[in-house]
């Protein structure tokens, strides 16, 4: 993997593959691919970009929210520079891919952005943000009314979620509360790698008397 380069050099920052750094496998990235298909998509959680060109290439269009500020666990991955150089190396490896005109991002906190985006507006919701429960538990729980109303409609509807990993106790109350959630709203599982998907809404049966 390519060390951070100073913040004043605008070239893209990729492994050794020639590929923006991130942790999404090949499989994910397929898959992600499938999911964004034609679709308007919400990314909650852009890294570098590599699950942003994924959706893009396939997307109509892909907001990514992100306040690009990365974290300690981030940051002893990726080097110490990471913090500074995370948006503009973003937007210079979407430049890169070609994908400018398809990806709009929203640079700030995930509790102030998601409410002033609405969740009918996208097929594919991904999230792939701050792994503790309470921010995992609260962009689901923004995204699941905009599921309901979109299945009413009869407009296909994907939540995504990255890193549920049941055997990795340092997300063990993360996947619990995805797991929770999805017994909540009644929705099955899939799994590609560490990549959960919930596709759908269940309808209610009406009562009879």
């Known amino acids: 993997m390519t060390h951070p380069v100073a913040i004043e050099n605008t070239q893209p920052l990729v492994d050794s593959m020639n590929k923006p750094h991130g942790w999404c496998t090949g499989a994910e990235q397929a898959e992600l691919a499938r999911l964004a298909e034609g679709r308007y ?16 290439r396939a ?3 892909v907001v990514t929210l992100d306040h690009w500020q990365g974290d ?4 002893r991955v990726a080097g110490p520079h990471t913090r500074e150089q995370l948006l503009p190396r ?11 005109a398809k990806v709009a991002p929203f640079c700030g906190v995930l509790g102030d952005v998601l409410t002033l985006l609405d ?5 594919l919701i991904f999230y792939d943000a701050d792994h503790d429960a ?3 538990r609260f962009a689901l729980d923004w995204a699941w009314p905009g599921m309901v109303e979109r299945a009413a409609m009869g407009l296909p509807t994907t939540i995504a979620v990255h890193d549920f990993k049941p055997q990795n106790q340092r997300y063990a109350e993360t996947n619990a509360t995805i797991l929770e959630w999805a017994s909540r709203h009644r929705l099955e599982m899939q799994r590609v790698d ?6 759908g809404c269940p309808v209610e049966t009406p009562q009879s008397d």
């Open 194 to 199: 560490s990549l959960a998907i919930f596709s």
């Open 119 to 123: 969740p009918r507006h996208f097929g």
């Open 90 to 100: 973003w937007l210079a490896n979407i430049h890169t891919a070609g994908l400018a």
């Open 59 to 61: 997307a109509d269009f």
């Open 41 to 56: 998509v919400l990314e909650i959680g852009g890294w570098q970009g590599l699950s942003t060109i994924a959706l893009a």
């Open 72 to 75: 300690a666990d981030t940051e």
């Open 134 to 136: 309470d921010s995992t």
